[in-house]
């Protein structure tokens, strides 16, 4: 593609002029791949009305032609399509965005896109790189756009009543976290020999990386890759430190250690197949998080407290460890009520002006714990953070 080209693609919204009613949500899908499929399901799904998915742009071209003959069934009407996002943030007819694109982008395209006015959902991680999420987290205080992180257990109703409980003391003084996440799979690895070059938009899904020629492996299995995902802290521990920030009401970690490395699964990937960190916070809390791909031992979540434990597993807290005079007495079991859809909650508060349950604050404080776990693991060293500076060292 020619420099002339690209900068036509970039800077021309006239190629998306579309009158629409003015009460109409008109959507940008962003990254259309497997999770935003989902995410078109779950508004598929939607008890909000009078929205449509407009726009939508993936740098793989069957699957932006795929998830178009999808949204033209689901809303009526055919989607514009690209394969470079700036042409939907330059659309003066896109109320907002949906941003599902691999992770080693979000951040960028959070700033950019609240810089364009638009309203945005927002995958996890909030972002892989620090100064990339900074630069986001502070361009949307500056905006005044409704943003909402994929982090989706802030939508499920256990969790908000555990949050709830656990604020209110009913297990005392939370002194330490114990999270483990195992499988016995390869994860993320999936078969890319069927992938084309001519089908594929490289340059922008580089994102300016600098990845080099066209490699499908990279493309098909970007999680296993540096700097296209930071590994687990990224793809997985966000969704459960985040749990940490919000019941616990601190949103930076002060230090963190980690160690791992690819233990099992020698096939050419750059992040761990075994992981291990732990996680010092200043209200005097330690969380390890564990996650391997070697073996299938199961989960774990518990939390201990002085006047007990809470299993966040299995949703119970329990009057075991404490001999306190004042701790829990018997089991006490949380009720799987259900609340609206993060996607659903999004939804609203784009059009009340609310803030979401997730807001940028909770994805930029994931975003950190993650920044920093990668960093120690990369490092060898102990990691803290600064939280006047929002920075780490």
Not at 3 to 12: E, H, I, M, N, V
Not at 13 to 28: H, K
Not at 113 to 125: F, I, L, M, R, T
Request: overall charge positive; charged content about 25%.
């Amino acid at each position: 593609m020619s420099a002339s080209r690209r900068g036509f693609l970039f800077t021309t919204p006239a190629l998306f002029a579309q009158t629409a009613p003015s009460n109409r949500l008109r959507i940008g899908l962003i990254g259309a791949g497997g999770r935003g499929r989902y995410l078109m399901g779950e508004l598929a799904k939607s008890q909000e009305k009078d929205f449509a998915i407009t726009a939508i742009c993936d740098v793989h071209r069957p699957t932006l032609q795929a998830a178009a003959a999808a949204a033209e069934k689901q809303y009526g009407a055919p989607p514009k399509t690209t394969t470079r996002y700036q042409e939907i943030l330059a659309d003066r007819d896109i109320d907002a965005v949906i941003l599902a694109a691999p992770d080693h982008t979000h951040a960028r395209m959070l700033k950019e896109s609240v810089e364009a006015g638009k309203d945005v959902y927002c995958e996890k991680p909030m972002g892989t790189d620090l100064a990339e999420a900074r630069a986001a987290f502070l361009a949307v205080k500056r905006s005044k756009q409704i943003v909402q992180i994929g982090t989706q257990r802030r939508s499920e109703g256990p969790y908000v009543e555990a949050a709830r409980l656990l604020r209110e003391g009913i297990i005392g003084k939370v002194t330490r976290v114990d999270m483990q996440v195992h499988f016995q799979e390869p994860r993320w690895r999936r078969d890319f020999h069927m992938i084309k070059p001519e089908e594929i938009d490289w340059q922008a899904f580089d994102f300016g990386r600098n990845l080099g020629p066209f490699d499908a492996r990279k493309w098909r299995e970007w999680q296993l890759f540096e700097p296209l995902s930071n590994g687990i802290p990224g793809l997985w521990m966000s969704h459960l430190i985040d749990l940490a920030h919000w019941f616990l009401d601190d949103p930076y970690p002060r230090s963190v250690v980690a160690s791992g490395g690819v233990y099992l699964w020698k096939d050419g990937r750059q992040t761990s197949d075994v992981f291990h960190a732990l996680l010092d916070y200043p209200k005097d809390f330690l969380v390890s998080f564990a996650m391997s791909l070697t073996n299938a031992a199961g989960n774990r979540n518990l939390w201990f407290g002085s006047k007990g434990i809470f299993d966040g597993d299995r949703l119970v807290f329990l009057p075991e460890g404490s001999r306190d005079p004042d701790r829990l007495t018997e089991p006490r079991k949380i009720e799987r009520t259900r609340l609206e859809s993060h996607t659903d909650n999004w939804l609203r508060c784009v059009r009340s002006r609310e803030t979401p349950r997730a807001d940028v604050q909770a994805g930029f404080s994931h975003a950190v714990a993650g920044c920093m776990a990668a960093e120690a693991l990369k490092s060898g060293r102990r990691v803290s953070f600064d939280p006047g500076k929002l920075e780490i060292s």
